[in-house]
C-alpha cells in the first residue's frame, strides 16, 4: 500500500503559473505594438495629443514599465531562493515604480479631461491609483514585519491591479472598442478594475489547493 502511494506523485506538465506569464508577456507584447509605437515615431499624430502633459508622461511611463517587468520576478520561488538581495532590490522598485506611476496617471487623466475626456474617467484613474497604491501599501507593511505569506498574498493582488493598464488596452484593441467613444474605454477599465482583486483571489485560492493536494499525497508517501 504504502509503496503504491509513493509511487502517486504531481506531474502537471506545465505549471499554471508558466502559463499565466506567457500570457502576459503576449500581452506586453500587443500593447508595445499596438498603443506604444509611436514611441519610435516622432512625427505621429499622438505626439500632438501627449504634448501638453508629455513630461508628465515620461517618469510615468518609466515607473509604470518597471513596476510591469519587475512584478513577475517577485513570484519567482527560484529566483528569490538563489538571488535574495536581487529580490528584495526588484522589490523596492516595484514599489517606488507604484508610488510614482500611479498618482502621475492620476494627474495625466486631469489634463486629458481638461481637453474632453469625462471628470467620471478622471474619478475612474484615481479608484485605479489608489487600489494599487493600497494593496502595495499593505503588502510593504507586512513583509516589513517579516510576515511573508501574506506579504505574498498583497503583492498578488497588487499585481493584478497593475495589469489592468494592459488588459484595458488588449480588450479595447481586440474588440475594436476602442474606436467607439471614451465612455467606452471607460467602461473597459472599470471592468477589468472591478475583476483585478477577484483575479488575484482565485489565483490565491488555486495555489492554496494545490499546496494541500501536494502535501496530502506526500503525506500518503510516507511508509505505514
Not at 90 to 110: D, H, S
Not at 186 to 211: G, K, N, P
Request: glycine share 6%; with cysteine; proline share 5%.
Amino acid at each position: 500500500m504504502s509503496t503504491l502511494a509513493a509511487g502517486i506523485k504531481p506531474f502537471p506538465l506545465v505549471r499554471p503559473k508558466y502559463i499565466l506569464f506567457t500570457i502576459l508577456a503576449f500581452m506586453l507584447l500587443y500593447v508595445i505594438v499596438h498603443d506604444e509605437s509611436f514611441l519610435v515615431h516622432p512625427k505621429d499624430p499622438m505626439w500632438q495629443h501627449y504634448q501638453p502633459f508629455k513630461w508628465w508622461l515620461l517618469p510615468h511611463g518609466i515607473a509604470g514599465a518597471c513596476a510591469l517587468l519587475l512584478g513577475p520576478m517577485q513570484f519567482s520561488d527560484r529566483l528569490r531562493n538563489r538571488f535574495r538581495r536581487f529580490h528584495r532590490v526588484a522589490g523596492r522598485i516595484y514599489v517606488a515604480g507604484v508610488f510614482v506611476a500611479a498618482p502621475l496617471g492620476v494627474y495625466i487623466q486631469y489634463f486629458e479631461e481638461r481637453m474632453g475626456d469625462p471628470r467620471s474617467f478622471s474619478i475612474a484613474a484615481a479608484v485605479d491609483a489608489a487600489l494599487w497604491m493600497t494593496t502595495t501599501g499593505i503588502a510593504l507593511a507586512f513583509i516589513l514585519k517579516g510576515q511573508v505569506q501574506e506579504h505574498r498574498r498583497w503583492m498578488t493582488r497588487s499585481f493584478a491591479v497593475a495589469l489592468v493598464f494592459l488588459e484595458g488596452r488588449v480588450v479595447g484593441g481586440v474588440t475594436g472598442w476602442e474606436n467607439l467613444d471614451v465612455h467606452a474605454s471607460e467602461t473597459i477599465v472599470w471592468a477589468c478594475l472591478a475583476f483585478s482583486i477577484l483575479s488575484a483571489d482565485l489565483v490565491l485560492a488555486w495555489q492554496e489547493l494545490d499546496r494541500k493536494r501536494s502535501v496530502s499525497l506526500q503525506r500518503r508517501s510516507v511508509p505505514l
